[in-house]
């Protein structure tokens, strides 16, 4: 992964980001929000994964978003403008036809904001978040992030090893050996916990995590754009429906101002990243 | 001031009828260095685990064990917990969490400490310990030295009057031990902290040492500084040391090479003949130019290995880590496919693998060993052969780490090979078990096996080899009979051939040196 300027800040931060975004990607349904948040996702995403997820976005996501669109049509088939008739005898309209597609791009730009959240949010921000909640929790998960690699690497070298006898040996057996060995390992590591002094009263949970004023500004810039979607969403900003007839808000001042914020939010990583870039490009140009 | 004063102590494991532990008086000073010594069995382990409330074995105790001056079972959990740093000899075990900086934090979380204190006092530690780069690594990536450093770290982070190590080096490569002696002389030094540690390995940990305990049978039966160290604990003294008691001399004992050389230099010295070539035997495993990477893009682990094990020898891989010794085995194995190269093998071949538990499966040893043969005579013969007599009914995990070699390879011989790989046989053995697994394999080879280990112990494959070879860079520089091998070497070489140079030629281990001046002083 490139490095990348939003992930460097506060991990409520990034979670804050993705939950508003993930959410109105859901729900917003209006042609140009789903074209500003798949943008945005899509540029993004580029950004942070480069050629690995281009390919992953024709090879896989490319099929799905054709397949899904062609499938609404073949078994929706409310609409008032017929294009034409099913086998059937069922009608093909073109609401349903503009309606598949508008989903499919919904759905493909969910999946492309998990792509980011899963390269943003790595284990250790997902065991802090947790944390802020529940601290046993947190060290739960810290500790089988610790354990799962671990438990592969030995099932590798026990496999090798009965290789070595010169025989199979069934994955049940290796299975019954790995148990046996985490057990016995638990014992020691258990002693290291208490002889570290695990089991005191009042434990405290650390991160290296630190909550600037950068984030305190990202979040605030979050909340007034949050809140421009909301009131343009309540006023009616964004009535858009496709059945039985399109009908929707396309201009106007209010329209508007809800787009721009919109894509205010739903870029805001895209925009960190290039200026990042700009910046880097500048300075190397200089020296 | 005292950090411990331990007085009459005799400690006895539940349904035991010797005590481990019998009758320990022992002082030791803010300040120390202490190496405590003593064959596996002895009393180490059970004697350090005292010295920790929190880690305390069950059994009948008797006797007291004053840490500061307050009995250790009065200390207050908190102190208890931060005051005295306990490391046991797994090093994988001791790892909890999957960060390095979370590792470091885990006893201050416990401790329950604000995030800025602990804040700082990890980075403190981390810039102490030299971990900066790696400080937000995930710790299954790291290396076992830098392993045995964040566990260490993640104590020291606690601020702790004394540091107690259980065998620290006894899974870490000789360079990796160096440089823990390194750190732990650099804590002692400057900070104070009193340590005490048991170890296999003498030549470092004595010139640290202000102080030697030798334990035997659960008592002390020397307890002074490095140097007085008596000549009946001679197995586990460095070189310069066993030689100088070895012809009984008289005077200041040499402890480290340098003196030891200096003290060579007053002494008369008969040269030494060269030994002859054996005769050359039948080959058993040729391996020949062999390539191999792990992945497509990863760079070359092997580069052209080739070499030759012979039938009834021992053939010794030597080399630093990750220069494709452990690879080569797995390979002449057949575990993973050359990219280049051939392999002929003249017989069965089978691996002993480095850690023996991946090879246990029943909950006996006679059971493990029954899986994989029904003939009975067979399987008596080899039970004697490794010395399993007394330990049959016994759960595999509740064997010594010398005792489970010994099943291991009880149950690799059932397979009957020809030809026997083994990786780091003698990592975490003690002297004794060392030679007793070195018996085992002589007699092996005398009935015609050939035996190849991988090894980072350069005193067990001078002593117990035929031939050795060293690896660098994922090949083979070179490879000769032992004698040859060492004596050639300059700085990947045997104690006695490093204090010997220039005084006297073809000296490989601490008995050649002996028998030179015992000729000398005839």
Known sequence: MHRDAFSTYHPLVNLAFFVSVIGFAMFLLHPVALGISFVCAAGYVLCIKGKKALRFGLIFMLPMLLFTAAMNPLFNHQGVTIVAFLPNGNPVTREAIIYGIAAAIMLITVITWFACVNAILTGDKMVYLFGRVAPALSLILSMSLRFVPRFIAQAKIISNAQKALGRKTSPFKILSMLVSWALENAIETADSMKARGYGLPNRTAFSIFTFTQRDALALLFFALNIAVILAGVAAGAYRFRYFPDIQGEWTGAGTLAVFTAYFLLCAFPLFLHVKEALYWKRTASVI | ?522
């Open chain 2, 1 to 522: 001031m005292e950090t411990y004063r331990i007085s009459n102590l005799t400690f006895t494991y539940p349904n035991r009828a010797a005590p481990a532990l019998d009758n320990i008086n022992l002082t030791l000073a803010q300040g120390d260095f202490c190496v405590l010594c003593g064959h596996s069995g002895g009393g180490k382990t059970t004697l350090l685990r005292h010295l920790k409330p929190a880690i305390m074995p069950h059994g009948t105790r008797e006797g007291e064990i004053l840490f500061n001056g307050t009995p250790v079972n009065d200390l207050a959990p908190r102190d208890a917990a931060a005051k005295i740093g306990y490391v046991s000899q797994n090093i994988e075990n001791q790892i909890v969490t999957d960060k390095v900086w979370h590792e470091l934090a885990f006893g201050l979380e416990s401790l329950g400490l604000p995030t800025p204190q602990i804040r700082l006092r990890t980075a403190e530690t981390a810039c102490f310990l030299g971990m900066q780069a790696w400080f937000e690594r995930d710790t299954h990536t790291l290396s076992g030295g830098q392993k045995q450093r964040l566990i260490l770290g993640s104590i020291l982070t606690m601020h702790p009057d004394v540091l107690i190590l259980d065998e620290p080096t006894s899974q870490l490569d000789p360079i990796a031990a160096e440089e823990l002696f390194t750190l732990l002389a650099k804590i002692n030094r400057e900070l104070g902290v009193t340590v005490i540690l048991t170890e296999h390995r003498p030549e470092e940990a004595f010139p640290l040492a202000n102080k030697i305990i030798v334990l035997d049978n659960g008592c002390i039966i020397y307890e002074d500084t490095p140097r007085n160290a008596p000549r009946n604990i001679l197995g586990i003294l460095p070189t310069p040391m066993r030689i100088f008691h070895g012809i009984g001399a008289s005077g200041t004992c040499p402890v480290t090479i340098k003196e030891g050389r200096k003290w060579l230099k007053t002494q008369t010295l008969k040269p030494i003949p060269p030994v002859q070539e054996p005769p050359p035997v039948a080959p058993a495993l040729i391996l020949r130019d062999i390539y191999f990477k792990y992945e497509k893009n990863a760079p070359d682990v092997l580069t052209g290995v080739s070499f030759t094990a012979n039938k009834g020898e021992i053939t010794a891989l030597l080399g630093g880590n990750g220069t494709g010794k452990s690879t080569t085995l797995a390979i002449a194995m057949g575990l993973y496919k050359p990219r280049r190269g051939k392999i002929t093998a003249h017989g069965k071949i089978t691996m002993l693998p480095q850690n023996p538990t991946t090879l246990f499966i029943g909950k006996t040893v006679q059971e493990d060993l029954h899986e994989m043969t029904q003939n009975l005579d067979e399987l008596e013969h080899i039970v004697r052969q490794c010395r399993l007599q007394h330990l049959l009914d016994i759960h595999p995990y509740d064997l010594s780490g010398g005792e489970q070699q010994r099943t291991a390879l009880a149950k690799v011989l059932l397979t009957r090979p020809q030809i026997l790989l083994l990786d780091e046989p003698t990592q975490g053995l003690d002297t004794a078990y060392k030679q007793n697994f070195a018996e085992i394999l002589r007699s092996l080879a005398n009935t015609g096996v050939a035996i190849v280990l991988v090894s980072h112990d350069i005193e067990f494959c001078a002593e117990y080899a035929d031939r050795c070879a060293l690896f660098f860079n994922g090949s083979i520089i070179t490879q000769s009979t032992t004698r040859a091998f060492f004596a050639n070497n300059h700085f990947y070489t045997t104690g006695a051939n490093r204090m010997t140079r220039g005084l006297v030629e073809n000296a490989v281990t601490a008995t050649d040196v002996i028998n030179a001046l015992q000729k000398g002083s005839l």
